[in-house]
T-cell receptor
Framework: TQLLEQSPQFLSIQEGENLTVYCNSS?????LQWYRQEPGEGPVLLVT?????EVKKLKRLTFQFGDARKDSSLHITAAQPGDTGLYLC??????????FGGGTRVLVKP | GAGVSQSPRYKVAKRGQDVALRCDPI?????LFWYQQALGQGPEFLTY????????KSGLPSDRFFAERPEGSVSTLKIQRTQQEDSAVYLC??????????????FGPGTRLTVT
């Protein structure tokens, strides 16, 4: 069974601070996706990374896929209250189904 | 265009009742997935369709869970004789293809099932 572990489980920071969320596995994934989910809504895709060592930037968000395609990180620079939500990493493998991590709940206080 | 829609958004069932949850995927999307999300957890895979064919049902927790997609578009997840442990949010997702390009999954808002 492929498992994804996210850390930390919860993060509370002040507006303007930086934060990093980690996603680790002992298994190799063909792709890694990051989602953000708000209460009462489904997850919304932020980015997909497929190549080991790949780095993608989306405004203040930077996503990195580990060289061995087993781990990933999400870094947010100068966090804003609108970044508050549940961040989920998900690994793609054979059959297209996604294996999700347990999520990191981020709270950005104004 | 319209995203993935699910109905009902909320369902309260008494233990032992049967429930049916509906998913309308994005038009033209070949693949459809069902996930179960317990409170405070990440979603867990239940089952996967490619058009009308159910290719993977390895995540269904018991034979009380049944999913279908008879015409390759709308899908229904049915839970028979509901138990309290079935209480969760049921998420549906669709993707354009099963090939590497275009297989990003787009999620609906979910159906929150509460079994009392």
């Amino acid at each position: 069974t492929q498992l994804l572990e996210q850390s930390p489980q919860f993060l509370s920071i002040q507006e303007g601070e930086n934060l990093t969320v980690y996603c680790n596995s002992s298994s190799v994934f063909s792709s890694l996706q990051w989602y953000r989910q708000e209460p009462g809504e489904g997850p919304v895709l932020l980015v997909t990374v497929v190549t080991g060592g790949e780095v993608k930037k989306l405004k203040r968000l930077t996503f990195q896929f580990g060289d061995a395609r087993k781990d990933s990180s999400l870094h947010i620079t100068a966090a804003q209250p609108g970044d508050t939500g549940l961040y989920l990493c998900a690994g793609g493998a054979a059959g297209n189904k996604l294996t999700f991590g347990g999520g990191t709940r981020v709270l950005v206080k104004p | 265009g319209a995203g993935v829609s699910q109905s009902p958004r909320y369902k309260v069932a008494k233990r032992g009742q049967d429930v049916a949850l509906r998913c309308d995927p994005i038009s033209g999307h070949v693949s459809l997935f069902w996930y179960q999300q317990a409170l405070g957890q990440g979603p867990e895979f239940l089952t996967y369709f490619q058009n009308e064919a159910q290719l993977d049902k390895s995540g269904l927790p018991s034979d009380r869970f049944f999913a279908e997609r008879p015409e390759g578009s709308v899908s229904t997840l049915k839970i028979q004789r509901t138990q309290q442990e079935d209480s969760a949010v049921y998420l549906c997702a669709s993707s354009l293809t099963y090939r590497r390009e275009g297989r990003e999954q787009y999620f609906g808002p979910g159906t929150r099932l509460t079994v009392t």
